[in-house]
């Protein structure tokens, strides 16, 4: 089977999600989350659409891919989540970028390197 060129493959957006909680969440219960909130909102086939994948996930941070047409309803479906595994949480996109590296450097690093600045102070 041969590789599909760049020129056919389907573009992606990730999008830098901040996370704020009371407890502690894993990473598959953040997925887990992201899924049934996009599935109750659009479907089983908004959801296969959207393309969605968890690429990053310190506790504070996650990095979310998605499919360029499917930006807005990935959003929707983050901000939905109120609640993972009885903790509350409350998830905000903080940026979205065409490349993981863009992403990780302007919102994901700039951020902690804010928050230890602070911490230092």
Known sequence: MKILPPTLREKKRY?????????????????????????????????????????????NHAVVRCTPR???????GIATITEIDG???????????GTVRSVMEKYIEKRNDQTLKREES
């Open 15 to 59: 999008l830098a999600v901040e996370i704020m909680r009371e407890g502690r969440i894993n990473r598959e219960r953040l997925i887990r989350a992201l899924q049934d909130s996009i599935r109750e909102l659009f479907g089983d086939t908004g959801l296969s659409e959207t393309g969605l994948r968890l690429l990053h996930f310190d506790g």
């Open 70 to 76: 499917t930006v807005w309803r990935t959003r929707a």
């Open 87 to 97: 903790a509350k949480v409350s998830l905000r996109v903080i940026g979205i970028g």
